[in-house]
């Protein structure tokens, strides 16, 4: 009788384990939650409104209707299907627009600049300027490849920070020597990058001094280990998902007569480069090596437009010259980026299911608000290293 009972109660125990990890998800069956700020962020950032009218309360992946059959995670990228007829971009949004066309030619870039500096005449140099193209690093590795060999040719050296501690605070892996060793496309980049790894915890975090302590790392740190370099120079910060175009940056090295510091403005996607946001990425990016060092070389003057030194031009309204592609990563990797980058209050269980994630992607919903934001084009503007290796990078295309 003993016998027969415990064996009813394990059989009970075992039914319970099981209701609970199918309610729980793919995406929560590691129960130890990471180290947040929320708290501290929330008291220092009093008033703070999310960027893109994220909700304060997010709808909760589970509340996904249940005639939705949702696509089973994969480690093997699949194409995506072609997006509804009524998701296709209006012909305001679309690549027949100059305002989200990616000028890709030289002449006519060099012509916009010239229209876009009161007229002046860009002047070819006898020898190009150096261009140092500066960024952050959090295990990104698809974006670090494909900036690296969209550029590679046309930048001089590019300098990567990577800390020991996430923009939340929390303590996280080093990851750029494994990855550098383990993938030739960007192993082959290596004499041309100076890396910076800091283990300094961050002092007085409440919020966002972790982001802009690596980023001016990019020029206390980084930029100090290149030589040779005149106030002449560029220096192009950028996170590592924001790629300006290849011969836009070959314009700036090889001609004078432009002003700098200067405005980009990129398509905007979600997930891939084929989900557009309708509105553009602007982004304060490039200035000259004399001008950061008036700043002291902290670089997080030039994103947040600190500059004293003179006005900042942008390519906009009608010169698109680069790409934004936010979440540009295998799916899995969502999950670890909810961990470690600023927006402390999207680190929650609730969006850490990977099937929802994938449906997500697959919808161009945004996250975490789940809103039909994005369109496609009739013809998807993809960096040409991405256009050369579509079978490597079939989520992104």
Known sequence: MMKLKIIMTMAIMYCFFLIVTNRRGSGNNNNKKPEQTTESATSYFEGYQPPHNISPSPPSPHNISSSLILPQPTTTPVPHPPPPSHRRCSAEHDIRS??????????????????????????????????????????????????????????????????????????????????????????????????????????????????????????????????DLAEEDLVVITDMDELPHPNFLWVLKSYDGFRTPINLRMLWSYYSFKWMNTVAWSVNAIVSVGELSLAGNKTNQVRFNLLSTSSTWTTGPTMIVGWHCSWCMPTEKFIDKMAHFAHSELNQDRFRDVRWLDHMREQGLWFPDSAPNGCVQTEVQVPKYVEMNVERFQQLC
């Open 98 to 227: 100059n305002g989200f066309r990616m000028v890709q030619q030289v002449e006519e870039i060099i012509s916009l600049i010239s229209e876009r500096n009161d007229g002046r005449v860009l002047q070819r140099r006898e020898h190009p300027r150096k261009l140092i193209q500066g960024m952050t690093f959090d295990c990104e590795e698809w974006m670090m490849e494909i900036k690296l060999n969209e550029l590679g040719t046309v930048v001089d050296h590019f300098i990567i920070v990577e800390g020991a501690y996430t923009l939340q605070n929390t303590r996280r892996e080093q990851c750029f020597p494994r990855i550098a060793k383990s993938n030739e496309r960007i192993e082959k980049w290596m004499d041309k990058i100076v890396y910076v790894y800091d283990e300094q915890p961050i002092t007085g975090f409440t919020y966002w001094e972790a982001e802009v302590y690596y980023r001016d790392l990019i020029g206390l740190a980084g930029l100090r280990q290149i030589d």
